[in-house]
């Protein structure tokens, strides 16, 4: 099979869909790797690494999707892109489609084969492709919030771990899954006093023995989302539901009656946002105030450590990428039940039931696609 890796062009996106490692992985294989020049090059990866590897350097993105049979990003294609995609060519990358019906109408008028990272699941019902940037944003978000709490950043001047005859900062994590426990591991480390709110009381249990009792573990109800919020120094938004847009958790009203200075750091952003007052920032523009709290809702939060997690990732994605080049898409959906879930778009159909509840469009099994 042909691949294509084009270059990102998200702002301030240095990751890469395909490392040198996983290139010279697929070229071992008897396939073929097309790159486009520069592609990882922010992160170290050189177009020379790439040639070494097996993979030939391509000038232009057009010639990449012009040719390429699997088309392997990180980021989800943007309009331009998205028509460059014809009939039968297979897109592998995130695309968190539920909030983005725009994306969702060109990929279906593409006729492309679109199979998404974020819905993809394992045989415990995890979510292996999504995990590895949970886990890196999870992290990020604590130091992010804590940069941001920082008076000349615009915060109330709050030290997370505290001073011996000051206490630490109250953090609140919203959600208990690897997002959320990232994040209350980073916090924890750096001597906060964290609450994490969960729906989940197997999860809270689990929690609560994992951080040997370090952490509050509270059962989320509308009540106890009010109260930590209104006490809390930083807030991170930690919520998922695979492939659908994120619940709004917090609302606008209460977000008014927070500490002014206080900063929410929104992880579900790529999935519409868990907060009323969220949209989505960028890097190089990663906050914006509302009612006196500090937001921060950049989209592609662990593009700010490109290189750990482009490797990361590819950690995660190379298996499932060459069961897709050895076989086919179809065959090799046909066969991985785990897999089968990451298709969202496959002839013109929305093919993820959480999707297309969320687009308020038709949903087609793939099953019934695929035969």
């Known amino acids: 099979?042909?691949?294509?890796?084009?270059?990102?062009?998200?702002?301030?996106?240095?990751?890469?869909?395909?490392?040198?490692?996983?290139?010279?992985e697929?070229?071992?294989?008897?396939?073929?790797?097309?790159?486009?020049?520069?592609?990882?090059?922010?992160?170290?990866?050189?177009?020379?690494?790439?040639?070494?590897?097996?993979?030939?350097?391509i000038d232009t993105p057009e010639e990449i999707f012009a040719t390429a049979e699997m088309v392997v990003k990180v980021k989800e294609p943007q309009p331009h892109e998205c028509?460059?995609?014809?009939?039968?060519?297979?897109?592998?990358?995130?695309?968190?489609?539920?909030?983005?019906p725009e994306q969702a109408r060109l990929l279906a008028e593409s006729g492309a084969t679109c199979i998404a990272y974020e819905t993809v699941v394992d045989r415990n019902g995890g979510l292996p492709l999504l995990a590895p940037m949970s886990e890196v944003a999870g992290r990020l978000s604590v130091q992010a919030g804590a940069y941001h709490l920082q008076k000349?950043?615009?915060?109330?001047?709050?030290?997370?771990?505290?001073?011996?005859?000051?206490?630490?900062?109250?953090?609140?994590?919203?959600?208990?899954?690897?997002?959320?426990?990232q994040?209350?591991?980073?916090?924890?480390?750096?001597?906060?006093?964290?609450?994490?709110?969960?729906?989940?009381?197997?999860?809270?249990?689990?929690?609560?023995?994992?951080?040997?009792?370090?952490?509050?573990?509270?059962?989320?109800?509308?009540?106890?989302?009010?109260?930590?919020?209104?006490?809390?120094?930083l807030v991170v938004g930690a919520v998922l539901i695979p492939g659908a847009a994120a619940p709004k958790l917090l609302s606008r009203e209460l977000i008014s009656r927070m500490k002014k200075g206080s900063v929410i750091v929104d992880v579900a952003i790529d999935q519409g946002g868990c907060f009323e007052t969220?949209?989505?920032?960028?890097?190089?523009?990663?906050?914006?105030?509302?009612?006196?709290?500090?937001?921060?809702?950049?989209?592609?939060m662990p593009g700010a450590v490109a290189r750990t997690s482009t490797m990361a990732l590819n950690n995660a994605?190379?298996?499932?990428?060459?069961?897709?080049?050895?076989?086919?898409?179809?065959?090799?959906l046909k066969r991985d039940a785990n897999l089968l879930p990451g298709l969202n778009i496959y002839k013109g159909q929305v093919t993820c039931e959480p999707v297309a509840q969320a687009l308020n469009t038709e949903f087609v099994a793939p099953a019934d696609l695929l035969g």
């Open 1 to 24: 099979m042909l691949i294509g890796v084009p270059k990102e062009i998200k702002n301030h996106e240095y990751r890469v869909g395909l490392t040198p490692a996983s290139v010279r």
């Open 83 to 100: 028509r460059q995609l014809r009939e039968g060519q297979l897109l592998f990358t995130y695309l968190h489609l539920a909030a983005d």
């Open 317 to 332: 994605t190379l298996p499932f990428a060459l069961a897709l080049a050895d076989l086919g898409a179809e065959e090799a």
């Open 26 to 57: 697929l070229v071992g294989r008897g396939h073929e790797v097309i790159v486009e020049t520069q592609a990882g090059a922010g992160i170290g990866f050189e177009d020379e690494a790439y040639v070494k590897a097996g993979a030939s350097i």
């Open 152 to 181: 000349a950043q615009g915060g109330l001047g709050a030290l997370l771990g505290g001073v011996p005859g000051v206490a630490p900062a109250k953090v609140l994590v919203i959600g208990g899954g690897v997002v959320g426990t």
């Open 278 to 300: 969220s949209k989505a920032t960028t890097h190089q523009e990663p906050t914006y105030v509302v009612d006196g709290v500090i937001h921060y809702c950049v989209a592609n």
């Open 183 to 233: 994040a209350a591991t980073m916090a924890v480390g750096l001597g906060a006093d964290v609450t994490i709110l969960d729906r989940s009381l197997p999860r809270l249990r689990q929690l609560d023995t994992e951080f040997a009792g370090r952490v509050k573990c509270v059962y989320s109800s509308t009540e106890s989302i009010e109260q930590y919020a209104l006490e809390a120094d």
